[in-house]
């Protein structure tokens, strides 16, 4: 079913309360979202037909909607339904769905008081984000670019514009051969991956940045749940840079990432380790309801 690209597919996306075609779920040049990053968005999975954490993100939509100060028209238990409609209604089993919300096009300057808000929902088939990095660990460039503070964005809403960072850092990422990127925060210390939480491991211990300036992934919750009903703990810190050095092993955390282990971040080295297995083991068996949360 898939085409070339995303706007040319067999399918059905949901569009502001109607079943659309998927080629025909288009929106206006002059709409306010692509001039200024008014939008918000969710990645989520489905798993044997069944979206993980489904409420968490539409909930997470609404909040991020909120922190870019506008409300959507629907609430979090009809979203829900869209959602896993979505899933159903193209087929799918194991998908990714993608949530959008979005300011319209009644004004077109920095103001958007009267722009009606919209609501978009896909989904697709999408497989491992990193490829074969759930074997051999994921290559991770150290990123120039850095989180900002909460001071300068809404930093903990999924919205479109803190993607700009991203999309830069993965790019340069990219063409060194990387796969992806770390970025550190606006203090310089360790944050997180483009699109993924970063997890470390040392002496039986976990350790994880504290998001005070980035997503609190709602994978990360989920992983850091499941090493403690295991008995491993896990530390929520501050991390500079400079210990990366120290740690033996690396894993990151997402909604698309799942859980992978890395290999390396710049001149840093990880061994795919005990504890990023079972993390990652872990994850796939509560993914697939095969163990109690
Ligand atoms: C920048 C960034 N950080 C972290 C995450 C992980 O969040 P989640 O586990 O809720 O998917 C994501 C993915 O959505 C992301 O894009």
């Known amino acids: 079913m898939a085409g070339a690209t995303y706007d040319d597919r067999d399918g059905w996306i949901w569009m502001d309360g109607e079943w659309t075609a998927w080629r025909d779920a288009k929106v206006h040049v002059l709409t306010h979202a692509l001039h200024y990053a008014s939008s918000v968005f969710e990645g989520e999975r489905a798993y044997d037909g069944e979206i993980f954490e489904s409420r968490a993100h539409s909930d997470r939509l609404a909040a991020s909607a909120k922190a870019l100060d506008f409300e959507l028209p629907i609430d979090s238990a009809q979203l829900d339904a869209v959602k896993a409609e979505a899933v159903r209604r193209n087929g799918l089993n194991d998908a990714y769905v993608r949530a959008i919300a979005w300011r319209g096009s009644e004004m077109m300057g920095v103001s958007a008081q009267h722009n009606t808000i919209h609501v978009g929902v896909a989904a697709w088939s999408w497989g491992a984000y990193y490829g074969d990095a759930r074997e051999k660990g994921a290559r991770l460039d150290l990123a120039k670019w850095r989180r900002p ?96 050095e120290g740690f033996e092993q690396c894993f990151l955390t997402g909604t698309a990432a799942e859980v992978t282990p890395v290999a390396e971040i710049g001149p840093y080295s990880f061994e795919v380790g005990a504890l990023a297995k079972e993390a990652m083991t872990a994850y796939d068996s509560l993914v697939r309801r095969k163990v109690a949360a």
């Open 149 to 244: 503070s909460p001071e300068t964005i809404p930093c903990h809403a999924k919205a479109a514009g803190l993607y700009m960072i991203c999309t830069l850092s993965k790019h340069e990422a990219e063409r060194k051969g990387y796969s992806d990127a770390l970025m550190l925060d606006y203090r310089g210390y360790v944050a997180e991956a483009t699109g993924a939480n970063v997890f470390f491991a040392k002496d039986g211990v976990v350790h994880t940045p504290t998001p005070d300036c980035f997503l609190d992934g709602i994978t990360r919750r989920a992983v850091i749940g499941l090493l403690q009903a295991r008995g491993v703990e896990v530390v929520e810190r501050h991390i500079e840079i400079e210990e990366l």
